[in-house]
């Protein structure tokens, strides 16, 4: 839950300073749609992007364009980089079994799959850790 707060805390900040460099109305609650939705994995920030995106539209074209080139920027960012490397710290899972898993997880279960991907993984790499090493070395 901390490594989801804390993504989301970074999506809602990102937006916050973009929605007020252009010069978005409410920038504060554009941006904590933002961070709110983002606490749904895999398509939360793209729910949240597609909101401000939309209200930015309504503004100005250019504005329009500029946000919604930071959010496929900012998206490809938080996937790639931010994500697994929170969610390793928080959950001491590598980045590769972080998206793997929360591929695995929303494919078969959609939303909850995704929630309940990362802590399965951690659960299964600490079974292997310290039941199914220990036994072999054993035998």
Known sequence: VAGALGIALC?????FVLLLATGMPYPVALSL?????????????????VIVTGVAF???VRTG?????????????ENYALYPTIMKRSVD???AVTIVAVLIGASLLGIVGA?????????VQLIMVEV????????
């Open 11 to 15: 999506a809602g900040v990102s937006s």
């Open 58 to 60: 309504t503004q100005d």
């Open 65 to 77: 364009v500029i946000v919604a080139v930071f959010y496929l920027i900012y998206q490809q960012v």
């Open 132 to 139: 199914v090493v220990p036994r072999q070395d054993a035998a």
């Open 93 to 95: 899972v590598s980045p």
């Open 115 to 123: 929630l309940l991907a990362i802590p399965i993984a951690a659960a």
């Open 33 to 49: 749609v933002v961070a709110v939705t983002d606490l749904l994995p895999v398509i939360g920030a793209t729910i949240g992007a």
